[in-house]
Nanobody
Framework: QVQLVENGGGSVQAGGSLRLSCVVSANAYSRNCMGWFRQAPGKEREGVATINAVGGGTYYSDSVKGRFTISQDSGKNTVYLQMNNLKPEDTAMYYC??????????????????????WGQGTQVTVSS
């Protein structure tokens, strides 16, 4: 059974930082691409960042580039999202995801949401001005 479990959301003032973590079951983590998505009320779910388990290649959306950093600890099957200089527009439910059922590496940018078949339950991030 595939499981993705997020932690680390919360409330912070603009300019602050948060770090999200996602523990991915081994059968979804191995040789796969993991990503962070977010969804604000009334908006579509959008890709924020991805990382490849093999090689560690990363991609970011333009809206977070330079402020967010995705990383991993392969020994713990864990993916992190370090979020700095947070803005009110970053307020959303953040989801961890892994490619599936077809697995592999992400290349050329963040794949479409439909490519990610495995999802966590989400963690709320709220940024106040």
């Amino acid at each position: 059974q595939v499981q993705l479990v997020e932690n680390g959301g919360g409330s912070v003032q603009a300019g602050g930082s948060l770090r999200l973590s996602c523990v991915v079951s081994a059968n979804a983590y191995s040789r796969n691409c993991m990503g962070w998505f977010r969804q604000a009320p009334g908006k579509e779910r959008e890709g924020v960042a991805t990382i490849n388990a093999v090689g560690g290649g990363t991609y970011y959306s333009d809206s977070v580039k330079g402020r967010f950093t995705i990383s991993q600890d392969s020994g713990k099957n864990t993916v992190y999202l370090q979020m700095n200089n947070l803005k009110p527009e970053d307020t959303a439910m953040y989801y961890c995801a892994a490619l599936g059922p077809v697995r592999g590496s992400c290349s050329g940018g963040i794949p479409a949401r439909i490519s990610f078949g495995f999802w966590g339950q989400g963690t709320q991030v709220t940024v106040s001005s």
